[in-house]
């Protein structure tokens, strides 16, 4: 197994993300418990000393789970990590009822590290609320040492995770964030590392075979990659890829049986990053992907100066690309749903003025029009 160092620790460059973890029959929230002792088990074996949950993960089962298999090993061995569910803006006044039921679930007096959960433009006002004082009540655990490191997770914007860490960066020891070959651009993946870089936060992934889209590919992509790396496979390309950044320190795989953690263990034996010849080959097959179902916007605004109703064009493309792409998900409606009423691509009067500008030649009009159907 490969480690990194965090500040004065050892970190398994891999670790078991607890979202996705084996269940009984179709119920999702129904985790096999013994399947799960199986792969922690392997997982140990094989020297992966993280672990990550949170409280919605499997409805709150995942947790509990979690904490009464990794009580059967010696608390120093292993690292563990949860989130604060600020996702759900209803939680935003329960930070010590939820922090101190945490504890609880995963029978643990303190957790390594601990995160604020999804910070987006849904939720942002809300953490920094200074009302529901959650900066002050994490801060207090991590000076009682109930905490040792925290961080924060994000699917927000550029411009969101700024403004977060505008107000909280100097109390942040590291963000995690989505991170693959598909979206380093798709969700300007490479920007946030730039940013967290200028605040000097070292990277934690998620997603990085996105929820299991980049295991397997259509075959003439396939066989661009097996040309460059005749032995690899794509999954092993996909984790190649994460260790070719080197802000990057921990890997999380929501693994969800013990043959694709065997594999994904296999892969982080040792260390062999893409080189950038590698790497170019493996944008330019995302860029051939994505170029087939997303609309061109370079984001040259020139639409945004003849718009009537103000609407952030460019950015709204990028939430229909996304959301178009990815057959549906929560983040564009997230991210739609925290815009005011006048700013989300309802607002479009279908004009067509933006469009006698745009270079690209896109009916913009027609985007928001089935933007709208696809959110409904």
């Known amino acids: 197994m490969i480690y990194n160092n965090f500040q004065d620790i050892k970190l398994s460059a891999l670790g078991l993300g607890c979202m996705r973890l084996p269940v009984q029959g179709d119920d999702f929230n129904q985790i096999d418990v013994e399947a799960t002792r ?8 094989k020297g992966i000393n993280y672990f990550d949950t949170a409280w919605g993960y499997h ?5 509990t789970v979690i904490g009464e298999i990794l009580k059967s090993y010696p608390r120093d061995s292993f690292y563990l990590a949860t989130k604060f569910p600020g996702y759900d803006l209803a ?3 329960k930070v010590e009822e939820i922090f101190e039921e945490q504890l609880k679930k995963c029978q643990v007096d303190y957790f390594d590290f601990y995160l604020f959960h999804n910070v987006c433009e849904l939720n942002i006002d809300g953490y920094l609320e200074p009302q529901y004082c959650i ?3 994490l801060l207090e655990q991590k000076r009682n040492g109930r905490i040792r490191h925290l961080g924060f997770s994000s699917h927000g914007t550029l411009a969101t995770m700024k403004r977060f860490l505008d107000a909280y960066g100097e109390h942040m020891e590291f963000c995690m964030i989505q991170l693959n070959w598909l979206d380093w651009k798709m969700q300007n993946a490479k920007g946030k590392v730039e940013l967290l870089k200028e605040y000097g936060l070292p990277v934690w992934v998620m997603e ?5 889209k980049l295991a397997g590919l259509e075959p003439e992509y396939e066989e661009r990659l097996k040309a460059a790396r005749p032995d690899a496979t794509v999954v092993e390309w996909a984790f190649r890829f994460v260790q070719s950044i080197p802000e990057v320190k921990m890997t999380l795989s929501g693994m969800s049986n013990l043959e694709q953690l065997k594999e994904n263990i296999a892969t982080y034996e040792a260390e062999n990053a893409l080189n950038n010849e590698e790497k170019d080959t493996l944008l330019q097959v995302a860029t051939a992907m994505t170029s087939k179902d997303t609309l061109p916007c370079t984001a040259c605004r020139y639409c945004t100066t003849h718009c009537p109703m103000e609407l952030n064009i460019p950015d709204l493309i990028d939430l229909y690309n996304e959301h178009v ?9 997230m991210a739609i749903g925290a815009l005011p009423e006048d700013k989300k691509p309802s607002a479009c009067i279908g004009c067509r003025a933006c469009e006698a500008v745009c270079p690209q030649n896109i009916k913009i009009s027609e985007m928001m029009s089935d933007f709208v159907e696809r959110l409904k």
């Open 208 to 212: 990085p075979v996105r929820g299991g």
């Open 59 to 63: 409805d709150g089962n995942s947790e």
């Open 135 to 137: 900066l002050e009540y």
């Open 38 to 45: 199986e792969m922690i088990d392997y997982a140990f074996e």
């Open 325 to 333: 792409y990815s057959g549906g998900g929560f983040l564009a409606p």
């Open 91 to 93: 939680n935003m006044g």
